[in-house]
């Protein structure tokens, strides 16, 4: 039987390329990425390639350019999409708010145009925790009320699922699931690929790392939070499990499983995990001691934030399979892999 297609956007990023390596290990997709490479390397497909002994149809198109975009669709037929592809620094997004608004929503209204015309009936979209802001009540579930956004980023992230709702009442037909990622770090077992940024990261984890091998000088943003250690709260979660979640994502929509055509799904391990935890657990799995400094608190950050994942699990049949001290060691070793890159 023909293998369905899965065009993945932002397929040569972090959560992408970890997602197409699960897809193709499925031995059931035909997987095509899409990567303007504003912030990841073509390298990636070449270790795609090394992991999974599969070579990848590609195209470099900016998405925010619809007329290139269409060529994806002229000379494919595509069963799923999954939209990675977008800027994704909460920290960036404050300091440059109309570089994120444009391109993240430009490039999300293309994708969702496309699929309407070509008739590409599942979408899968690239959400995020940062939808729920500052919340009273922990954990988050898929009710929790959606606050005001804290940040650009997270409002591209508000917008971007409304925006889906509103087309997906328009076209009963057309499916879409939103993931709403927690924090996604560590790198695949392989250490051969990993999170990887073209300038120095904002991200807590490639910095704790890129700290530890002498790259970067890690500040802690604040520890001065109504939180049992005084910083940040999270819920960091292993990009395979994220990936994972995506693979089961398809086959939902494919298998036509959803109840409705537009639901949301957390995808976190539900520990919350402070900045200095996630600093204690990386010194544990690295025997390596840390050096860091106390700075001041980072404009757009909320306080504490971990999920209720149950929908997940429930009807997606999804499960975290690796806990913080494997996020740690899967990101080491990646860092210590990686550490003669020039690409
Ligand atoms: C985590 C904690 C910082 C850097 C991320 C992604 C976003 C979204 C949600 C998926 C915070 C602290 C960080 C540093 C620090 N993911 N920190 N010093 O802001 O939670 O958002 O997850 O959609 O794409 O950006 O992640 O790693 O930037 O920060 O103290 O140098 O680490 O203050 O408390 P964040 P982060």
Not at 65 to 90: G, Q, Y
Not at 132 to 148: A, F, H, R, S
Request: glycine residues 6%; contains cysteine; proline residues 4%.
């Amino acid at each position: 039987m023909d293998k369905k297609t899965v065009l993945v956007t932002g397929g040569a990023g972090y959560i992408g390329s970890h997602t197409i390596i699960e897809l193709l290990n499925t031995n059931k997709y035909e997987v095509i990425s899409a990567d303007a490479f504003f912030n990841s390397s073509p390298r990636a497909y070449t270790q795609i390639e090394e992991i999974t002994g599969k070579k990848i149809k590609q195209y470099e198109i900016n998405l925010c350019d619809k007329k290139k975009a269409e060529r994806i669709f002229l000379e494919n037929r595509i069963d799923s999409l999954i939209h990675f592809a977008a800027f994704k620094a909460v920290g960036e997004s404050v300091e440059q708010p109309l570089k994120y608004y444009h391109n993240n929503m430009e490039s999300l209204i293309n994708m969702i145009s496309l699929c309407n015309q070509y008739g590409v009936a599942n979408f899968i979209f690239s959400s995020s925790c940062s939808v729920y802001g500052n919340v009273e009540k922990l954990p988050v579930d898929e009710n929790t009320p959606i606050p005001q956004a804290e940040s650009p980023y997270a409002h591209t992230k508000q917008i971007g699922e409304t925006l889906l709702q509103h087309v997906c009442k328009q076209h009963p037909a057309f499916n879409a699931v939103a993931l709403r990622y927690f924090n996604p770090v560590g790198a695949h077992h392989s250490a051969k690929i990993g999170e990887w940024a073209l300038n120095k990261p904002n991200n807590l984890v490639p910095l704790i790392t890129g700290t530890a091998i002498g790259k970067y000088n890690l500040t802690v943003f604040g520890n001065d939070y109504p939180t049992r250690d005084g910083t940040c709260i999270r819920d960091y979660i292993h990009v395979s499990d994220i990936a994972q979640a995506h693979v089961l994502a398809v086959h939902y929509l494919l298998d036509k499983k959803n109840t409705s055509n537009f639901e949301p799904f957390n995808l976190g391990t539900g520990a919350g995990v402070s900045v200095l935890e996630a600093i204690a657990a990386f010194e544990k799995v690295s025997g390596k001691k840390l050096n860091y400094k106390i700075g001041a608190r980072r404009p757009g950050d909320v306080i504490a934030v971990y999920s209720n994942s149950s929908k997940a699990f429930n009807l997606l049949g999804w499960s975290c399979k690796h806990d913080i001290n494997s996020m740690m060691k899967t990101a080491w070793d990646w860092e210590l892999y990686s550490k003669n890159r020039t690409d």
